[in-house]
């Protein structure tokens, strides 16, 4: 294995199936990226879960690899590219089973060189209580205090 490859992509699979999984998660990917505009994560929640031919039974490493290569795909062309991007795409790709949480919290890094703290958000998905949109090591600095959980479900 390549060391200067991050871990998600030594990680993900290149069978054909998980390139289309990728493709199908291209559009839920783009629209998860509007995120930034005024509009509320619950409302935006709300569009993802409801569209049409959403895929089903999907392993949860899967839709985390999917919602990798699409958002650093569409982050090439000027998208936003980021956890919040990410954890979208992987809870609306998950959002057919229950316990699917969506979760956005906030943590600051300590202040370096006589300088600020710098407060940073993140988001991450739980399936069950487990954490499934990345790897627990990139959960460890700086710890982060939750601020708001979403129930993620399929609009039926």
Excluded: N
């Excluded at 505009?37 to 895929?55: F, M, N």
């Excluded at 958002?71 to 998208?79: D, E, F, K, N, V």
Aim: aromatic share 4%.
């Amino acid at each position: 294995m390549d060391p200067e490859k991050p871990r998600h992509r030594r990680r993900c699979p290149r069978d054909p199936a998980s390139w289309i999984l990728m493709l199908r998660t291209l559009p839920i990917a783009w629209q998860s990226a509007t995120v930034a505009k005024p509009r509320t994560i619950a409302r935006l929640l709300e569009t993802l879960t409801a569209r049409a031919g959403l895929p089903v039974g999907q392993a949860p490493a899967r839709c985390r690899c999917a919602a990798a290569r699409a958002s650093r795909l569409l982050g090439g062309l000027g998208r936003l590219d980021s956890c919040i991007v990410r954890s979208l795409v992987v809870a609306v790709l998950l959002s057919d089973r229950p316990g699917v949480r969506l979760h956005v919290g906030f943590g600051s890094h300590e202040p370096g060189d006589g300088g600020q703290a710098e407060v940073v958000g993140h988001a991450w998905v739980t399936l069950d209580g487990e954490l499934v949109s990345e790897t627990a090591s990139s959960m460890t600095a700086p710890p982060y205090t939750e601020a708001k959980v979403y129930e993620v479900r399929r609009a039926s």
